[in-house]
């Protein structure tokens, strides 16, 4: 194990997420937020303390990467930039460190989960920087960090497989560097376009920005505690709405699409089974909910909107679904187990693996009745490799099981079992949201201590797709 070398990663992440947090503090200063200025003050001076000596380290050759090491390294780099994220939290009244680290790893894994009930009462530098964590963490911070990676001395294709989501990681082009700038390219554009639409609707620049952040990294936070419903704006929930569909596909697809290679994105198996869902779904929570609304065109608006935060773990709600018909709310119940598709900013299982699932059973019942035939599965129109059979059906059992051991843990506190199923899956799927004592207008505040703790660990797991933590804790890991 390098590692030694492999310290370098945490540190340049810090580094790189440096430039978002240095207008957190100048906002600190323009508002006189001594307390801001103290908390944010010291995270940046970590940085600059750490950062020089480490990238002096860069001139040296360093180590190769290997798969083993990508695992160690990301998850490392996750748990120190919680961490750090952590501390101007801690110089907010109310807030303890604990409460501090949900903040900071609900915003990292783009969960949405709080525990604070009055957002406009923070200081508008920590709503920036909340804000801003979310859109870090929404591609990925070892992402932006292999973007530079030629600075590293060091190869990083390991480093995005053991981050990125989805069971295959493909380069879109021929080096990973280049990869990882043409996705940062492609989610920084939709972020100003979107913060343009934001202002057209009549938010201000602070609003729009932050909105914008949140809304890209489908994490679904806002800077008011009645979220969109403050704007009273159904052209803003729209936007919104359209955008959470947006960031929850591929982001390769958009780099396909620029080079009008239309069939990569035609025949791509996961975006069609995205879309149909989308549709789908959307369609019968409306139709479930058409009487419950005044007119049609609300239910329209709030059915689809709902479905879409649900499907790609937007998890904000602008209407009270809790009050649903049963059917629209078990579809969205059901959508907690789906998620958006993989190369997203999205959380869950991912609709490719539900894909994949999906065509394999079709061959163990092909199987049946040909017995001797030989059946492979189809995926954007090729053949799919085996191997990729077996990964997903070990995800999806992982992915289920530390759900039932969550949802354990959280009833054992006391809580109905909608509570802690919804719960489960929406900390594991970085959803955000949920049913029973956790429907829209509750917040985390309501749990333990000590399940606070349980959730940001599972929230951490579930962004990186569980493989790059769980690894860590086979004892074979660490003998090699």
């Given at each position: 194990?390098?590692?030694?070398?492999?310290?370098?990663?945490?540190?340049?992440?810090?580094?790189?997420?440096?430039?978002m947090?240095?207008?957190?503090?100048?906002?600190?200063?323009?508002?006189?937020?001594?307390?801001?200025?103290?908390?944010?003050?010291i995270?940046?001076?970590?940085?600059?303390l750490?950062?020089?000596?480490?990238?002096?380290?860069?001139?040296?050759?360093?180590?190769?990467?290997?798969s083993?090491d990508?695992?160690?390294?990301?998850?490392?780099?996750w748990?120190?930039?919680?961490?750090?994220?952590?501390?101007?939290?801690?110089?907010?009244d109310g807030?303890n460190?604990?409460d501090?680290l949900?903040?900071?790893?609900?915003?990292?894994?783009?969960?949405?989960?709080?525990?604070?009930?009055?957002?406009?009462?923070?200081?508008?530098?920590?709503?920036?920087?909340?804000?801003?964590?979310?859109?870090?963490?929404?591609?990925?911070?070892?992402?932006?960090?292999?973007?530079?990676?030629?600075l590293?001395?060091?190869?990083?294709?390991?480093?995005?497989?053991?981050?990125?989501?989805?069971?295959?990681?493909?380069?879109?082009?021929?080096?990973?560097?280049?990869?990882?700038?043409?996705?940062?390219?492609?989610?920084?554009?939709?972020?100003?376009?979107?913060?343009?639409?934001?202002?057209?609707?009549?938010?201000?620049?602070?609003?729009?920005?932050?909105?914008?952040?949140?809304?890209?990294?489908?994490?679904g936070?806002?800077?008011?505690?009645?979220?969109?419903?403050?704007?009273?704006?159904?052209?803003?929930?729209?936007v919104?709405?359209?955008?959470?569909?947006f960031?929850?596909v591929?982001?390769?697809?958009?780099?396909?699409?620029l080079k009008g290679?239309?069939?990569e994105?035609?025949y791509n198996?996961?975006?069609?089974?995205y879309?149909?869902?989308?549709?789908?779904?959307?369609?019968?929570?409306?139709?479930?909910?058409?009487?419950?609304y005044?007119?049609?065109?609300?239910?329209?608006?709030?059915?689809?909107?709902q479905?879409?935060?649900?499907?790609?773990?937007?998890?904000?709600?602008?209407?009270?679904?809790?009050?649903?018909?049963?059917?629209?709310?078990?579809?969205?119940?059901?959508?907690?187990?789906?998620?958006?598709?993989?190369?997203?900013?999205?959380?869950?299982?991912?609709?490719?693996?539900?894909?994949v699932?999906?065509?394999?059973?079709?061959?163990?019942?092909?199987?049946?009745?040909?017995?001797?035939?030989?059946?492979?599965?189809?995926?954007?129109?090729?053949?799919?490799?085996?191997?990729?059979?077996?990964?997903?059906a070990?995800?999806?059992?992982?992915?289920?099981?530390?759900?039932m051991?969550?949802?354990?843990?959280t009833?054992?506190?006391?809580?109905?079992?909608?509570?802690?199923?919804?719960?489960?899956?929406?900390?594991?799927?970085?959803?955000?949201t949920?049913?029973?004592?956790?429907?829209?207008?509750?917040?985390?505040?309501?749990?333990?201590?000590?399940?606070?703790?349980i959730?940001?660990?599972?929230?951490?797991?579930?962004?990186?797709?569980?493989w790059?933590?769980?690894?860590?804790?086979?004892?074979d890991?660490?003998?090699?």
């Amino acid at each position: 194990m390098r590692g030694i070398g492999l310290l370098r990663f945490p540190v340049a992440a810090l580094a790189f997420s440096f430039p978002m947090m240095l207008p957190a503090f100048v906002l600190a200063l323009v508002f006189n937020e001594k307390q801001m200025i103290s908390g944010i003050g010291i995270s940046l001076a970590a940085v600059v303390l750490l950062a020089p000596p480490v990238f002096l380290s860069f001139k040296k050759k360093a180590p190769r990467i290997y798969s083993r090491d990508g695992f160690f390294a990301v998850t490392l780099t996750w748990i120190v930039i919680t961490v750090w994220g952590a501390l101007p939290y801690c110089f907010v009244d109310g807030i303890n460190f604990l409460d501090a680290l949900f903040e900071s790893a609900g915003a990292f894994a783009t969960t949405g989960a709080t525990t604070i009930s009055d957002v406009e009462a923070l200081p508008r530098s920590l709503m920036f920087w909340r804000c801003a964590s979310y859109w870090i963490g929404g591609m990925g911070i070892l992402l932006l960090t292999v973007a530079f990676m030629p600075l590293l001395g060091v190869g990083g294709f390991q480093l995005v497989k053991a981050e990125t989501t989805g069971p295959e990681k493909d380069k879109i082009t021929p080096k990973i560097t280049a990869t990882a700038k043409t996705l940062w390219l492609f989610y920084c554009a939709m972020t100003f376009g979107l913060f343009l639409l934001y202002m057209l609707g009549g938010m201000n620049a602070f609003d729009a920005i932050c909105h914008s952040f949140s809304t890209v990294s489908t994490g679904g936070i806002s800077t008011k505690n009645d979220g969109l419903l403050y704007y009273n704006s159904p052209y803003l929930e729209v936007v919104f709405m359209l955008f959470l569909f947006f960031s929850a596909v591929n982001f390769n697809l958009y780099y396909y699409l620029l080079k009008g290679n239309l069939r990569e994105i035609f025949y791509n198996s996961e975006l069609r089974a995205y879309v149909l869902i989308a549709v789908v779904c959307s369609a019968i929570v409306v139709f479930d909910i058409r009487s419950f609304y005044d007119s049609f065109e609300d239910a329209l608006r709030l059915g689809s909107f709902q479905t879409l935060a649900f499907l790609t773990t937007g998890g904000t709600a602008i209407a009270k679904y809790g009050e649903w018909p049963p059917l629209a709310q078990t579809v969205l119940f059901l959508l907690m187990f789906a998620g958006g598709c993989s190369g997203s900013t999205a959380g869950g299982i991912k609709i490719i693996r539900h894909v994949v699932v999906y065509k394999q059973a079709g061959n163990e019942i092909q199987k049946l009745l040909y017995p001797r035939g030989v059946f492979s599965i189809q995926l954007n129109g090729k053949v799919g490799r085996k191997d990729v059979v077996y990964g997903v059906a070990g995800f999806v059992f992982l992915y289920l099981f530390i759900t039932m051991i969550t949802a354990l843990l959280t009833a054992a506190s006391g809580f109905d079992i909608v509570t802690s199923i919804s719960t489960a899956l929406s900390v594991i799927g970085n959803i955000g949201t949920g049913f029973g004592s956790f429907a829209p207008g509750a917040n985390y505040s309501i749990f333990a201590p000590h399940l606070k703790a349980i959730y940001i660990v599972v929230m951490l797991a579930g962004r990186l797709e569980l493989w790059a933590m769980l690894i860590l804790f086979k004892r074979d890991y660490w003998r090699g």
